[in-house]
């Protein structure tokens, strides 16, 4: 199993700026990917970004250029940087977790409220 507990969402003005963290406990060894998503009332859950272990990262069309994913391996902490933050980036952040090799188990954190106002 792999748990995941995220931390750093809050209030914040348009135009700011917030850091989320994701941290991984239990198999961690096997985590392949890592990443954000994100589901705002009365939508859809949508990707916010991934991250590889390798590094190689994947950004959802709506944050490119404006947020940005980086990882610490040694810390099993997944982070994401998030700038010029919109009204409409308003939603609950996910932490995910794809792990378990050919498996391909998914593990999701407890989610963190980012609210932006305008």
């Known amino acids: 199993q792999v748990q995941l507990v995220e931390s750093g969402g809050g209030l914040v003005q348009a135009g700011g700026s917030l850091r989320l963290s994701c941290v991984a406990s239990?198999?961690?060894?096997?985590?392949?990917?890592m990443g954000w998503y994100r589901q705002a009332p009365g939508k859809q859950r949508e990707l916010v970004a991934k991250?590889?272990?390798?590094?190689?990262?994947t950004y959802g069309d709506s944050v490119k250029g404006r947020f940005a994913i980086s990882s610490d391996n040694a810390k099993n902490t997944v982070f994401l940087q998030m700038n010029s933050l919109r009204p409409e980036d308003t939603a609950v952040y996910y932490c995910n977790a794809l792990w378990g090799g050919r498996l391909s188990y998914v593990s999701w954190g407890q989610g963190t409220q980012v609210t932006v106002s305008a």
């Open positions: 991250i590889t272990r390798g590094g190689s990262p």
């Open positions: 239990g198999s961690v060894f096997s985590i392949s990917d």
